[in-house]
């Protein structure tokens, strides 16, 4: 299965947008109207699904998209928490309605009702709503609700903790990605997206994040902005910071390649449909878009040891799901 973890309903009937123009222009002059109930048919969302999103994946072979709400219409630096709670859950009940249409070929990820100086704990109840209520598989988690001015806590910040508890007992990721920007110096698609992307990276590697939490999933979208551009850089960064602590790098490209090298020997040939996750030292079956519980040796494999490990797994975790739905 080919499964795209990253797309977004930037093709939705154009009532959504008018529904959130008519919200601002209530905001900023309560003397207009507020919107209404959308009225959008489901043969609208079709029509706006099957030429686009489901038209592209047919033709590049995929099976199955990660779906969420349009990224820079979240805009959380607009208005205040009640209008992004309000906005949030018309985006989100619109991806609803896409999946129920699609269950086979989308899975959805809910916008969270973030706004600057709120908590990000108050967007705790959005989050039950959309995994527990609408079948959600995770959400898209904005480190910078201010819109470019980065006026929050780095994401290691304790703040965040409560949000992390709560995506660790649904186990459930979240994906690191801004909305529009109201900075001038930043651009929102070619430059505030990739700053955030790049920011956040750095920002693990200074914190402690995953010691405190070594079952959250964050997902930083986009070729992990400059990251892999400039490995260097930061391996030299960790290094000089003593990061990781362990000493060990799970990341580390010659960590990872064990796994490649046994899936390119004659040894990997009776294995097949199934796709693996390698973290350095930890190897695990991917179930759908959750992690299975895996084996971690905590250091480097060898090749040779890695067809025992897969053995070992296949015979003991679960048996491959469907993605979305029963």
């Known amino acids: 299965m080919i499964i795209d973890c990253h797309g977004h309903y930037t ?33 609208e969302i079709r029509e706006s699904i099957e030429k686009n999103q489901l038209g592209a994946m ?11 709400p349009r990224a820079v219409g979240m805009g ?25 249409l699609y269950p086979d070929n989308f899975a959805g990820v809910c916008q969270l009702p973030q706004s600057p100086g709120v908590p990000v704990s108050n967007s705790i109840g959005e ?21 470019g001015l980065w006026q929050t806590q780095p994401l290691t ?56 939490f070594p079952d959250l999933r964050l997902i930083i979208p986009h070729g992990g902005g400059a990251v892999p551009y ?9 290094d000089m910071m003593k990061k990781p602590e362990d000493g060990f790098d799970y990341f580390d ?14 040894d990997s040939k009776t294995v097949t449909g199934r796709i693996f996750e390698v973290e350095g030292g930890k190897l695990s079956i991917a179930d759908g878009w959750r992690s299975t519980k895996g084996i971690d040796k905590g250091a480097r494999w060898e090749p040779a040891e890695v067809g025992g490990a897969v053995d070992k797994l296949l015979a003991e975790e679960v048996p491959p799901q469907k993605v979305y739905g029963a």
């Open 127 to 147: 989050l039950e709503r959309c995994v527990n209520e609408l079948g959600f598989v995770g959400c898209n988690l904005n480190p910078d609700p201010s819109g």
């Open 253 to 266: 490209p010659a960590n990872v390649a064990p796994l490649v090298v046994w899936l390119g020997s004659e």
């Open 58 to 68: 047919r033709e590049r072979g995929a099976d199955m998209t990660i779906f969420s």
């Open 11 to 43: 093709t939705s009937p154009p009532q959504l947008q008018g529904f959130r123009d008519m919200q601002i222009a209530h905001f900023e002059d309560p003397a207009k109207p507020a919107p209404g109930p959308l009225n959008i048919s489901d043969d």
């Open 76 to 100: 959380h630096h607009i208005g205040d928490e009640a209008m992004s709670h309000a906005w949030g859950r018309v985006c989100n009940d619109m991806i609803h309605r896409v999946v129920q």
């Open 230 to 238: 400039h490995w260097g850089r930061y391996r030299g960064l960790a």
């Open 157 to 212: 910040d304790r703040e965040w903790y409560p949000f992390y508890e709560k995506l660790v007992e649904l186990d459930v990721p979240a994906m690191i990605h801004v909305s529009g920007s109201c900075n001038p110096n930043f651009h929102h698609t070619g430059a505030h997206y990739i700053n955030a992307d790049t920011t956040a990276f750095m920002q693990f590697i200074q914190g402690d994040l995953f010691k405190d």
